[in-house]
């Protein structure tokens, strides 16, 4: 294994059998799953509101955001909520996680890019990707996971929420 380059620290979760990680400086808290307040009109992968702290924290299903099928939750599903800089303000978002496993530690020179597979697809959101052992980790920039328009109307929502 590579030593070299600063070391970062990420919180390590799965989505389905992948693995994906989020730097330890934008989670705020790992909080058990539990049903959200839904919001009508808004889009799928808008699961709702949740109480986080006195706070109405947006809950996204990151599986749908991603591409992938709906989360069915199960005992180890989780909500990382996260801090994420975007826009020159910070939002505060819940992501769903099938399973969050653990802190760990990448070195710079560890992270590769995405790769290029030939064709376009949206990589845009992954920040970088991360051997471990037989598979990989997947290095997700949340601000760029969002497009300007979903991060206003989430926004919106979130400020609505403080307002009632």
Same mark, same amino acid.
């Given at each position: 294994? &590579?030593?070299?380059?600063? %070391?970062?620290? *990420?919180?390590? +979760?799965?989505?389905?059998?992948?693995? +994906?990680?989020?730097?330890?400086? /934008?989670?705020?808290? !790992?909080?058990?799953?539990? %049903?959200? *307040? #839904? !919001?009508?009109?808004?889009?799928? @992968?808008?699961?709702?509101?949740?109480?986080?702290?006195?706070?109405?924290?947006?809950? !996204?299903?990151?599986?749908?955001?991603?591409?992938?099928? &709906?989360? =069915?939750?199960?005992?180890?599903?989780?909500?990382?909520?996260?801090?994420?800089? /975007?826009?020159? #303000?910070?939002?505060?978002?819940?992501?769903?996680?099938?399973?969050? *496993?653990?802190?760990?530690? +990448?070195?710079?020179?560890?992270?590769?890019?995405?790769?290029? !597979?030939? /064709?376009?697809?949206?990589?845009? @959101?992954? =920040?970088?990707?991360?051997?471990?052992?037989?598979? *990989?980790?997947?290095?997700?920039?949340?601000?760029?996971?969002?497009? %300007?328009? %979903?991060?206003?109307?989430?926004?919106?929502?979130?400020? &609505?929420?403080?307002?009632?």
């Amino acid at each position: 294994m &590579k030593t070299g380059g600063s %070391e970062t620290q *990420f919180v390590t +979760f799965a989505l389905g059998s992948e693995v +994906f990680a989020v730097p330890v400086s /934008v989670v705020r808290e !790992i909080l058990d799953h539990e %049903e959200v *307040f #839904r !919001i009508p009109s808004g889009p799928a @992968y808008l699961l709702g509101l949740r109480n986080v702290r006195g706070q109405g924290v947006p809950v !996204i299903d990151l599986r749908l955001r991603l591409g992938l099928s &709906k989360t =069915e939750p199960t005992p180890h599903t989780r909500v990382l909520v996260v801090d994420v800089p /975007v826009a020159g #303000r910070v939002l505060t978002l819940g992501l769903v996680a099938d399973r969050v *496993f653990e802190v760990a530690a +990448f070195t710079s020179d560890q992270i590769e890019t995405a790769p290029d !597979i030939g /064709v376009a697809w949206n990589s845009d @959101y992954i =920040e970088g990707v991360v051997r471990r052992d037989a598979s *990989f980790a997947v290095i997700i920039s949340l601000a760029r996971l969002l497009t %300007e328009t %979903e991060v206003v109307a989430l926004a919106a929502t979130q400020g &609505k929420a403080q307002a009632a």
